[in-house]
């Protein structure tokens, strides 16, 4: 029995996210068998539906609906339980259930068990197939791409991570506390001394340094201002950003920002930036500030795939949101973006043999979620695949997509 399990989710520069995910995924997306057992439910990472095990009786459920199902398709009992075995085993374990996020997946087949937990909420599914049932997991792929955010202000500089799905904060060695961390102000002889604090970084021995004689907006106070932000600069320079190309978003009061901008060498900040005070902002509350100014961003790919989609629409017959067209081409390595509607089905069965595609309104025995293999073999063909909002489909159609020829 092959046992996996994985959870997903950012954490500092370890890349954890994708690259396994990806991998995760072709293994998953291509395993074959007479029995395929997906499962999708939302959890919850604590509160009262975890101490009441809510999210273990909703596997549980899953878990007899599935024997049901396969009972229903003809398959003995004993070879029910050896299948779902490894799933029941996990509704029994309380310190799996502490550990959770905000989705799970189960896979489970003959010969084969995984898990994924999830940063995304799913909406529950349970489909027993010739096939895994992917589609959900396209939503974590999909969104690979990350930011950076430095939120800067004269007592402190804190530097982030983030993705479509959360934030996490970056403790960069040497990164200054703060302008009193680079610049003391000691009065000897009528002159003023400029040095880097001994400090060492991430802690708050130098927030104490005495500042005299210059109030905000001097000459003096914007050269000091400039010297620390440089500072910042140079040690996110050295320890991260000069091998980087994702977008860095500023935070923090704006001459301070504008200030900033002038003396990075970082080619890639955001023009727009998170203007006030955020010293003692929650950090959550901070990340949905940073996600709702960067998803254009995240946007963006799938966008302009949209966009070459509709110009090619009218005359080149490369568009297409017709199931009788894509979902042939997608068997035959002819699509180039596809376009799913988050959460739609389309059941059937092609054979590639005869090229003859059947779509029936209702899931019927046998049938596969042709949505669902389109996707896997537009992605194993080298194309793209994006699943949005129904109301952000052509035509609202269930899929579409832009051929190659």
């Known amino acids: 029995m092959k046992r996996h399990g994985r959870t997903f989710q950012i954490n500092y520069f ?41 999210d273990a009786i909703m596997l549980k459920n899953k878990l007899r609906q599935a024997k049901n199902r396969m009972a229903e398709k003809g398959l003995e009992q004993s070879r029910i339980e050896d299948l779902l075995k490894e799933g029941s085993d996990l509704v029994e374990r309380g ?27 799913p909406k529950e599914v349970l489909l027993v197939n010739n096939t895994f049932y992917v589609i959900p997991l396209l939503e974590l792929m999909e969104r690979e791409e990350h ?21 996490q904060e970056v403790k960069v060695e040497g990164l200054p506390n703060g302008i009193n961390d680079v610049i003391h102000y000691e009065e000897k002889g009528g002159k003023q001394l400029m040095r880097r604090s001994g400090a ?40 991260v950003l000069s091998t980087q190309k994702y977008p860095l978003l500023l935070a923090g009061v704006a001459y301070i920002l504008a200030h900033y901008k002038q003396v990075s060498r970082y080619p890639f900040i955001e023009e727009e930036t998170l203007i006030g005070n955020m010293d ?20 963006a790919r799938s966008a302009k795939a949209l966009e070459t989609y509709y110009n090619h629409s009218s005359s080149s017959g490369l568009s297409s949101s017709v199931p009788e067209e894509v979902i042939p081409a997608s068997f035959y390595g002819k699509v180039s973006d596809l376009f799913i509607g988050k959460d739609e089905h389309i059941w059937g069965n092609f054979n590639e043999t005869d090229n003859q595609l059947i779509i029936h309104d209702q899931q019927e025995s046998n049938d596969i979620c042709l949505i669902n293999k389109a996707a896997v073999n537009t992605l194993n063909n080298g194309g793209d695949v994006h699943v949005l909002e129904t109301d952000k489909m052509p035509q609202e159609a269930k899929l579409a997509a832009f051929m190659r020829y």
């Not at 003692?280 to 946007?299: G, H, P, T, V, W």
């Open 14 to 54: 370890k890349t954890i996210i994708m690259e396994p995910l990806k991998e995760e995924f072709k293994t998953i997306a291509a395993f074959e068998s007479d029995v395929c057992v997906s499962i999708y439910i939302p959890v919850h990472r604590y509160g009262v539906e975890v101490n009441q095990k809510q």
């Open 95 to 121: 310190d799996f259930w502490n550990e959770q996020m905000d989705g799970l997946a189960l896979f489970m087949a003959e010969g084969y068990f995984n898990y994924i937990k999830m940063n995304v909420v």
């Open 147 to 167: 930011f950076y955010l430095l939120l800067l202000s004269r007592d402190d500089a804190r530097f982030y991570k983030a993705n479509a799905f959360n934030m």
């Open 200 to 239: 060492g970084a991430g802690t708050n021995a130098s927030r104490g340094a005495s500042f005299h004689g210059h109030g905000a907006g001097t000459a003096d106070d914007t050269e000091y201002l400039l010297q620390y932000l440089k500072e910042v600069d140079q040690t996110l320079w050295t320890k």
């Open 280 to 299: 003692r902002e929650d950090e959550q509350a901070l990340y949905e500030r940073a996600r709702n100014k960067m998803e254009s961003y995240f946007e």
